[in-house]
């Protein structure tokens, strides 16, 4: 069974870049598609960005489009994700996300993956 684990959160000023990062243990994840997804207070879980399980097929959110890049290893079993040009709504709870698959699809939903993160906390200060 795959755990995931995130890193890379922190407090940075409004403009200010993070890099996200996730690690897998007890197994590959080279069989699975990956999603980040975010919570603020008060708010649903989205999603922000996905990526294939080749790597080659993304997806972002328009509030993110342009500023974040997810990318994948997977010879060291982790996935990115790249924060440039930070606002404060970016503040929340980041996670990852793992769902096994046969295909070389995308996935958007929450409901979709079988595996998450503890969470690691954004906090975007104006």
């Known amino acids: 069974q795959v755990q995931l684990v995130e890193s890379g959160g922190g407090l940075v000023q409004a403009g200010g870049s993070l890099r996200l990062f996730c690690a897998a243990s007890?197994?590959?994840?080279?069989?699975?598609?990956m999603g980040w997804f975010r919570q603020a207070p008060g708010k649903e879980r989205e999603v922000v960005a996905a990526?294939?399980?080749?790597?080659?097929?993304?997806y972002y959110a328009d509030s993110v489009k342009g500023r974040f890049t997810i990318s994948r290893d997977n010879a060291k079993i982790a996935v990115y994700l790249q924060m440039n040009d930070l606002k404060p709504e970016d503040t929340a709870v980041y996670y990852c996300?793992?769902?096994?698959?046969?295909?070389?699809?995308?996935?958007?939903?929450?409901?979709?993956?079988?595996?998450w993160g503890q969470g690691t906390q954004v906090t975007v200060s104006s």
């Open positions: 990526i294939n399980r080749s790597g080659i097929t993304t």
């Open positions: 007890g197994g590959t994840l080279s069989r699975h598609a």
């Open positions: 996300a793992a769902k096994e698959v046969s295909d070389s699809g995308l996935y958007l939903l929450r409901a979709s993956y079988d595996y």
